[in-house]
């Protein structure tokens, strides 16, 4: 999946997320997500030849660095991005019991996800349809009435009346192909936001496992973090 955001007067925003789903009886059982955010502009690898000694890793330097989350059930375990960079010594695993499908890099606008049961059935009465091609639109209040993975997602506030429009093309089978979303909302500065993302790989084997124990921890810097997440939802 890409994001592309683009703000008036301000540098464009790009975000690339690949991931897997692992899927039971009931919808999504779990997931494996990693972001990495790109900031026009920004040469990444003039750091590598700069032999000037660079300073300690913070959350406002780590924003362009890769974000995974691994969530099984409603337990999300985070790796990098800015909650990475301040983690314990020795840890390099985030947990949260009540967590998140994404950490910050879910600002950039992907809360809405077609694979999951409920927000598939609920599109398509929002939409026009043209042979594999539904186009439509929903609230985000809509969207978290009906799905459980944009509740798991949004977890800052924006405005209840931020309109989401997509554009969804299907397999023969029904089966989500692509999307491309865009959304914006000046009164909470975000956007426009265009997003496009692929599905494949429908059927395969897919196995999501915790991180080592000892690589875990529900702590962060206190003195450093900045940025927290908030508990998860319960539903």
Do not use: C
Not at 67 to 91: H, M, N
Not at 104 to 123: R, Y
Not at 200 to 209: D, L, Q
Request: hydrophobic share 35%.
């Amino acid at each position: 999946m890409t994001v592309q955001q683009e703000t008036p007067g301000r540098a464009t925003t790009s975000l690339t997320r690949r991931g897997r789903l692992q899927f039971d009886r009931h919808g999504i059982a779990a997931s494996d997500l990693t972001a990495k955010l790109t900031f026009a502009g920004k040469d990444d690898t003039a750091d590598e030849f700069d032999p000037t000694p660079k300073e300690e890793e913070t959350q406002a330097t780590s924003l362009d660095k890769p974000e995974r989350i691994v969530r099984i059930g409603r337990t999300s375990y985070l790796k990098g991005g800015p909650i990475g960079a301040v983690l314990p010594a020795g840890k390099t695993w985030y947990k949260q019991s009540l967590g998140w499908t994404s950490g910050v890099t879910a600002m950039q606008g992907d809360f809405i996800n077609p694979v999951e049961p409920s927000t598939l059935k609920a599109m398509p009465a929002r939409s026009k349809w043209s042979g594999n091609t539904y186009k439509g639109s929903m609230t985000v209040t809509e969207l978290q009435r009906v799905s459980a993975w944009t509740r798991a997602t949004l977890w800052w506030k924006l405005a209840s009346g931020v309109k989401v429009n997509w554009t969804l093309t299907v397999t023969p089978a029904g089966l989500p192909r692509t999307m491309s979303t865009r959304l914006s909302s000046a009164k909470a500065g975000l956007g426009p936001v265009t997003l496009e993302t692929s599905y494949s790989g429908w059927g395969a084997k897919v196995s999501v496992k915790a991180p080592p124990a000892s690589q875990t921890t529900t702590k962060l810097d206190s003195d450093k973090a900045l940025i927290r997440l908030p508990p998860g939802p319960k539903r």
